[in-house]
Structure formats: structure tokens, C-alpha cells
């Protein structure tokens, strides 16, 4: 996968669009910033999350944070790989180790965010 498929949001989730079901993850650089992952608490499928929303939770062994909901629609699918295996975000966290897929309430939502040159000016100003 090629990283101008992703876009960024600037809580550090990506989404990959595939028709009208996007996948979301962690960047490299929230996984960096967390250290290694040791749980990761994953929405339900069937729920509505508006963008914006506290989505998931993932746990490091700094601290817990909150992944928000890139865009608006509905879960269609979480990671399972992911609760035996929590470690994938850090070692694959814009491939195997995506949280949740979402169908899309609002694709155009996916236009005002980053792209990876944009995400990686944005890195460079934190």
C-alpha cells in the first residue's frame, strides 16, 4: 500500500478509502509516541459514530488514549486480529494492525482531511 492512498486526521488516525467503506488506524507516528500496544478496546459493529467521536481506545504501556472517528457512518467491521495480537498497531500500523471499518455516511468528509505531504508538514510543526 502506498502512503498517498491514506489521509490524516491531526489526532494522528488515517483512513483508507475502498468504495463507500473507509478503514481506520493509527499513524506511525501515534504508535511511535505510545510505545508498545498491550490492548486496544474496538467499537461495535452497527455503531453510528458521527465524526469527531471517541471511536476506540488504545492502551500502551504509557497510557490509554482515545481514537477518534475520522469521519461519519457506521462500524462495519473491527480488527479481530487485535485482540489476540495488539502489538500489530505498533508493528503494521497502516496495514494489518487498522482498527475499524466504517461505511460512510459522508465521503466528501474524507476530503477535508490530510493527505500524507500535508500530515507530514503538520508533524513537522508539533
Known sequence: MTMSELRYTE????????GDTATVGISAYAQEQMGDVVFVELPEPGRALAQGDEAA??????????????????VSEANPALEETPGLVNEDPTGEGWLFKLKMAEPAEAEGLM????????????
Open 11 to 18: 489526532d494522528h488516525e488515517w483512513i483508507r478509502v475502498e
Open 57 to 74: 481506545v488504545v492502551e500502551s504501556v504509557k497510557a490509554a488514549s482515545e481514537v477518534y472517528s475520522p469521519l461519519t457512518g457506521e
Open 115 to 126: 493527505d500524507a505531504e500535508a500530515y507530514q508538514t503538520f508533524l513537522a510543526g508539533l
